[in-house]
């Protein structure tokens, strides 16, 4: 089994930075997961937003490209999302989620939601105008 549990959400202008943080555990948690962060806004679906492999390779959506680095300390088994110049769009609960990482061809790729098999409980992001 492996938990995740994210935390560093909450309220903030737009304009402004959080990181959210994903902590690892279970017997069967080990550095070669790929995992990632997911993103739900109210009535939308479930959309990627950024993943790294067991490598150090990162994938980004294209919206959050420039704005959001993933990072992971494996020493500490722990997930990071530094989100900067936050916009109201961006309000949505974040979701942590490990997987074996997937490839388009040699491409790291986030994927899609089928192809992680656990996940946190979400971490509320909210961000006001």
């Known amino acids: 089994q492996i938990q995740l549990l994210e935390s560093g959400g909450g309220s903030v202008q737009a304009g402004g930075s959080l990181r959210l943080s994903c902590q690892a555990s279970g017997n069967d948690y080990n550095s070669d997961y790929s995992m990632a962060w997911f993103r739900q806004a109210p009535g939308k679906a479930r959309e990627g937003v950024a993943a790294i492999d067991s490598d150090g390779s990162t994938s980004y959506a294209d919206s959050m490209k420039g704005r959001f680095t993933i990072s992971i300390d494996n020493a500490k088994n722990t997930l990071y999302l530094q989100k900067n110049s936050l916009k109201p769009e961006d309000t949505a609960m974040y979701y942590c989620?490990?997987?074996?990482?997937?490839?388009?061809?040699?491409?790291?790729?986030?994927?899609?939601?089928?192809?992680?098999?656990?996940w946190g409980q979400g971490n509320q992001v909210t961000v006001s105008a």
């Open positions: 989620a490990a997987g074996a990482g997937v490839y388009r061809g040699y491409r790291f790729d986030i994927g899609s939601e089928v192809d992680y098999g656990y």
